[in-house]
């Protein structure tokens, strides 16, 4: 299955700031995938990302505060915007896999201060 | 709207001792079930994927099983150690219609393994 090199895996910003969280896959992929985990939650989906098109984002992410990057089939970066404390989560970036199974990114774990 | 229940919520046990984590969906009109598992602050780690058409996935110590019908995975962990200790997530992907298909995630069961 593919794998997933995730960076940086921690960082501490201030807020009003901003931070990009870059992920590169060892193998050609359509769609990637962005996640949020909220400290004690579950994973909430951000946006999917497909190379040569806008992202599409769910309900209650917009791109201004979330900007994606896709610019080929092996790479992607979120951008957090503006950083406010309720922002501090586990950022993972996700793909497919066979058997329609995901292998994730080893996460970013970001604290605003 | 499928919802993902995990219990219990956290799970404390001596090393050795063989341990059951449950897994129950709303919607069984389900593609696959996988199982993941979580260390602190990271990513996750695929486990096991078990399709809608299987019954149960084996992958060394681990054993997943699925009940379509009943909307319930087990995941079964053998002779546990120290170094299972983690969060295990399990996540359901909906039945294939064309599309990308939104995958809804548990929020898993925090497992400690005593010494």
């Known amino acids: 299955s593919a794998v997933i090199s995730q960076k940086p895996s921690r960082d501490i910003c201030q807020r009003g700031t901003s931070l990009t969280i870059q992920c590169q896959v060892d193998s050609q992929v359509t769609m990637m995938f962005w996640y949020r985990q909220q400290p004690g939650q579950s994973l909430t989906l951000i946006a999917t990302?497909?190379?040569?098109?806008?992202?599409?984002?769910e309900s209650g992410f917009v791109i201004d505060k979330f900007p994606i990057s896709r610019p080929n089939l092996t790479f992607s970066t979120l951008t957090v915007s503006n950083m406010s404390p309720e922002d501090s989560s586990i950022y993972l970036c996700s793909v497919m896999t066979g058997g329609y199974g995901y292998t994730f990114g080893s996460g970013t774990r970001l604290t605003v201060v | 709207k499928q919802e993902v229940t995990q219990i219990p919520a956290a799970l404390s046990v001596p090393e050795g001792e063989n341990l059951v984590l449950n897994c129950s969906f709303t919607?069984?009109?389900?593609?696959?079930l996988q199982w993941f598992r979580q260390d602190p602050g990271k990513g996750l780690t695929s486990l096991l994927l078990?399709?809608?058409?299987?019954r149960e996935q084996t992958s060394g110590r681990l054993n997943a099983s699925l009940d379509k019908s009943s909307g319930r995975s087990t995941l079964y962990i053998a002779a546990s150690q120290p170094g299972d200790s983690a969060t295990y997530l399990c996540a359901v992907r909906p039945t294939f219609s064309g599309g990308y298909q939104k995958v809804t995630f548990g929020i898993g069961t925090k497992l400690q393994v005593i010494p």
């Open positions: 078990i399709q809608s058409s299987q």
């Open positions: 990302a497909n190379q040569g098109s806008e992202a599409t984002y």
């Open positions: 919607d069984s009109a389900i593609y696959n």
